[in-house]
């Protein structure tokens, strides 16, 4: 079983090949990317060394760009008539692991 933590969209992810991950909107819209290994796991075998992991090459493909779930933030003061409401969405992409080599 071969998987690897990498970094994805400020986050770390562990990831195998098929995995779908979906992360903070990165600029690319479509086509292939590559995400940094921070950790390699080949059976046994665990990798974290950086000069080992500079080589290692988690390639994914961008499956769509989308948006998460509304958020509704609220704020209000007792006795001051203070009422804020503000909501946010945040963009999304949704990426599959193609290979771990």
């Not at 950790?39 to 075998?45: F, N, P, S, T």
Request: proline share 2%; net charge positive.
């Amino acid at each position: 079983m071969v998987y690897a933590i990498v970094r994805a969209g400020g986050r770390q992810e562990k990831v195998e090949v098929g995995t779908i991950v979906t992360m903070n909107r990165i600029a690319a819209s479509s086509g292939m990317i590559e995400l940094p290994a921070v950790l390699l796991v080949d059976g046994d075998k665990v990798t974290s060394d950086s000069k080992t992991l500079a080589k290692v090459k988690v390639v994914a493909e961008v499956l769509e760009q989308t948006r998460g779930p509304k958020i509704s933030i609220q704020k209000y003061k007792n006795k001051t008539g203070y009422k804020k409401r503000q909501g946010h969405r945040q963009d999304l992409t949704r990426v599959q692991v193609k290979e771990i080599k």
